[in-house]
């Protein structure tokens, strides 16, 4: 009894706030007892007591669950109760005589309070409301991003109780991303090739005979285009004396080459869905069949291909999982098998993983390449000789760079009423037979779009997509 006593004197002035029956009188915790009858339930916080009073003496009194709730008597009419777990379990008070006074239902609940005031200091402009369901929590309401979500459902999991039978949290997530969740993702491949190549070779041949003659001097100057094998830059010098011949052939070239490639592909998708782009074709590839000695056709895309899956995190932050790649047909790498001849690719390809806000770009492949090859040839000895042994020697040089980067820029968008944007169509026509025959117009009148929109603005200059 000492230690009840002792109880009753330290929690005398710690009376908590509880959810009690419509039949309770006197003070607010305090439990008017009803012999035979049952109350109705008493709300308990997790780790929080309650000391309730009965108007009558009770002899004996015990609880169904103890891990649910933990009861103390501090006299024959008081009761501590302290919330141990979330759940509910029943009270029983029995009299002097063992007779059944009474059955008090007790409910121990989560104690929200603290995670509501937790979550509005953490996410203070998300709308988030927590309430209890049984004996788990549940989280409703909308957020601006997905890192919102988890890091909300991370706060509640600390106060949820924990179930070992599904060995998982009783959280329920009913929360919802609101704003628009909608990106386009703007790619552009920049690609510059740059090629320098010289060439300088001599020779000189002689032949002599008996016969004695005059003495002829001739020359040439070959200067064809090298499309169609003849030789660019030749120099062909002949002397004849008597029965001594010497020609003396004299090339030099030097050729530059610039490649520009550009593609800017661009695709909307739906946050957390795949959005594939190709720009192209299919190039039909012959495969040879093991068991029947068959040729099948299997296509192979080429072009610009893009696939990109968006996830909006928090906000205007993106995550953006990129697949992307610019490709053509290289005839000069065929594969010839059975007179068939099988042309090889030259692709260029990114795939990576980056997080970015709304409007930022962010370089995510780039590529600086420098081939350099050089070529010195000479007849032996001959070349050797002081000044005339340059006309025994050939020399080949070339240089090719190579530079290339590939931006993403991500947007967040919404859609906006058709009349809104502007095709490359809307201000041309086709032409008539007057327009075409007489005038020599490829192109028609001005299209008449609707006025108020962003299409029937008179924009000057370059804009939008341009094709010349």
Do not use: C
């Not at 008070?93 to 309070?113: E, M, Q, S, Y």
């Not at 929590?137 to 919102?148: D, E, H, P």
């Not at 706060?155 to 949290?169: K, Q, T």
């Amino acid at each position: 009894m000492k230690l009840t006593k002792v109880l009753g004197t330290v929690l005398t002035g710690l009376l908590f706030s509880a959810t009690l029956p419509a039949h309770i009188t006197l003070a607010q915790n305090t439990l008017k007892i009803m012999r035979g009858s049952a109350s109705s339930a008493i709300s308990v916080k997790l780790n929080r007591a309650i000391v309730m009073e009965s108007e009558q003496a009770f002899a004996e009194l015990s609880v169904a669950n103890p891990s649910i709730a933990d009861i103390a008597t501090l006299s024959d009419k008081t009761i501590y109760i302290l919330g141990k777990s979330p759940g509910r379990t029943v009270l029983t008070l029995l009299g002097p005589d063992g007779k059944l006074i009474t059955n008090v239902d007790i409910k121990v609940t989560p104690d929200l309070a603290e995670l509501k005031e937790l979550l509005r200091e953490t996410l203070p402009r998300e709308n988030i409301k927590v309430r209890s369901a049984n004996d788990g929590i549940v989280l409703s309401g909308t957020v601006s991003g997905a890192a919102k979500v988890a890091l909300a459902m991370d706060l509640a999991r600390r106060y949820a109780p924990f179930d070992a039978n599904i060995s998982e949290y009783k959280l329920t997530n009913l929360l919802s991303v609101g704003g628009s969740q909608q990106v386009m993702l703007k790619v552009r491949f920049a690609e510059m090739k740059r090629t320098v190549a010289k060439s300088l070779s001599a020779s000189i041949g002689l032949t002599g005979t008996q016969t004695r003659g005059s003495t002829t001097v001739a020359a040439g100057l070959n200067t064809g285009t090298g499309i169609n094998g003849t030789r660019t830059g030749a120099l062909n010098v002949g002397i004849t004396s008597g029965g001594l011949a010497i020609n003396l052939l004299l090339e030099a070239l030097e050729s530059k080459g610039l490649i520009r490639t550009l593609a800017e592909p661009n695709l909307v998708a739906l946050s957390g869905a795949e959005a594939n782009f190709l720009a192209g074709g299919e190039f039909p590839i012959p495969v040879a069949q093991d068991n029947n000695g068959g040729i099948t056709v299997e296509f192979k895309p080429f072009g610009i291909e893009m696939k990109f899956i968006p996830t909006v995190i928090d906000g205007d932050l993106i995550n953006l999982v990129i697949d992307t790649s610019v490709s053509e047909i290289d005839t000069g790498n065929s594969l010839i098998l059975n007179n068939i001849s099988i042309p090889a690719f030259s692709k260029r390809q990114a795939s990576t993983v980056v997080e970015i806000r709304d409007g930022q770009s962010i370089a995510i492949a780039g590529l600086l390449q420098d081939e350099f090859r050089d070529l010195a040839g000479q007849v032996p000895w001959l070349g050797d000789i002081p000044i005339l042994g340059a006309l025994f020697r050939s020399a080949d040089y070339s240089r090719s760079q190579t530079e290339l980067v590939v931006i993403v820029t991500p947007h967040i968008v919404s859609p906006v009423d058709g009349d809104t944007l502007s095709l490359p169509t809307d201000r041309v026509i086709l032409p008539s037979e007057n327009d075409l025959f007489l005038r020599g117009k490829v192109e028609g009148g001005k299209r008449t779009v609707k006025r108020g929109t962003v299409a029937a603005q008179d924009f000057s200059g370059s804009y939008g997509y341009v094709m010349e």
